[in-house]
């Protein structure tokens, strides 16, 4: 992921030459294949034909409570989408047009990252602050106190 001075995200629809191959030929069959996002994280595969149930086990849906975890799903859907289809275009290079569905779901996933940062807060830890240190690491630890006590 790239970013800007702003800490926002920059797609990489900006910069097209960062994507561009050599061939243009296409690969349109693999993708009519290609799932839903959701489907495709509830199954853990973006490509219909590629999913084998296990036994008799049917996916479940995941059914967020509040809005930051909606938001936060759809985010969470998108980046494995993003991460499948990036395996698909290590092995074929040159299929433009799922380079383009892949650059669209980058580019969605930034603009949902953005509005989740600005709402809820980083989405990762930040190390800008070296100064402060986390509160586990302080003694004693749990091992090392003299009362009976051993929970943290």
């Known amino acids: 992921m790239l970013f800007d001075d702003n800490l926002g995200f920059i797609a ?8 561009n191959g050599n061939n243009t030929s ?4 693999n993708n009519s294949d290609l799932v839903s996002v959701s489907e495709g994280f509830m199954k853990g595969n973006m ?3 590629e ?8 996916c479940k849906k995941i059914i967020p409570k509040t809005k930051k975890e909606e938001e936060l799903l759809e985010i969470m859907e998108l980046s494995f989408a993003i991460n499948d289809l990036n ?6 290079p040159h299929d433009r047009e799922m380079l383009e569905k892949f650059n669209k779901l980058v580019e969605i ?3 949902k990252e953005m509005e989740y940062v600005k709402t809820y807060g980083p989405l990762e830890v930040i190390d800008s ?3 402060s240190s986390f509160e586990w690491i302080k003694n004693p630890w749990p091992w090392e ?8």
Do not use: G, I, W
């Open 51 to 58: 999913y084998k149930p296990y036994k008799n086990y049917a």
């Open 47 to 49: 490509f219909a034909s």
């Open 129 to 131: 602050d070296s100064s």
């Open 12 to 19: 990489y629809s900006l910069y097209p030459n960062m994507m």
């Open 145 to 152: 106190r003299e009362d009976d006590t051993k929970y943290v």
């Open 109 to 111: 996933s930034c603009q």
């Open 26 to 29: 296409n690969n349109s069959d």
């Open 87 to 92: 395996l698909y275009l290590d092995l074929h």
